[in-house]
């Protein structure tokens, strides 16, 4: 599945927004990206978030390794979702659920951003689970930190998300213990 075929909600643009100090220049490539944050619409392809995520790394992350940049901006991805209107009301009920309910609705939370990808959660064992991405169209890396940083806000003890494998095509497994 191409990027271009995956649809991004405007509630990730926001979030990820929040990752970043918004100046004019920014703003300017941003809107040259195909996001403009002054006229948000409802959604978009995953291709402009693509190209409005690489704007965000060279301007909040610039420095970092690569893998430890998409880390990071994916938790600090999650912490500005959880930000929003909407991600408020996610994180209340993230709260309630707990980690293990967090893990087995995974799919579900990954959905209600962008559409269509493929996820699936398997309990290994007791705070040990494995979660395959299929048709994802960003990298690994960023999508072990936003999990990371779900799983924190669900209250998990120090959780960890080790890449398992990579083909580089949007097909990953991330092993999630906490």
Known sequence: MSPAEVVIQSTLFESLLRCVRLDT???????AAGYDPDRPRASYPAS????CQNLVLQAAYAG???QEALRQMGRDLVRGYFETLVGKVVNVALK??????AMKRVALSFRSVMEPVE????ELAPKDW??????????????AGCCEEALRQAGAANPSAVLESDDGHGRFELRMRW
């Open 96 to 101: 309630i659920a707990g980690p293990d309910r």
């Open 48 to 51: 402009v978030f693509l190209r």
């Open 130 to 143: 494995r979660v395959t991405f299929q048709g994802y169209p960003f990298p690994a890396e960023a999508a």
């Open 119 to 122: 996820i699936t959660s398997q």
């Open 64 to 66: 970092r390794p690569q």
């Open 25 to 31: 220049p920014l703003r300017e490539r941003m809107a």
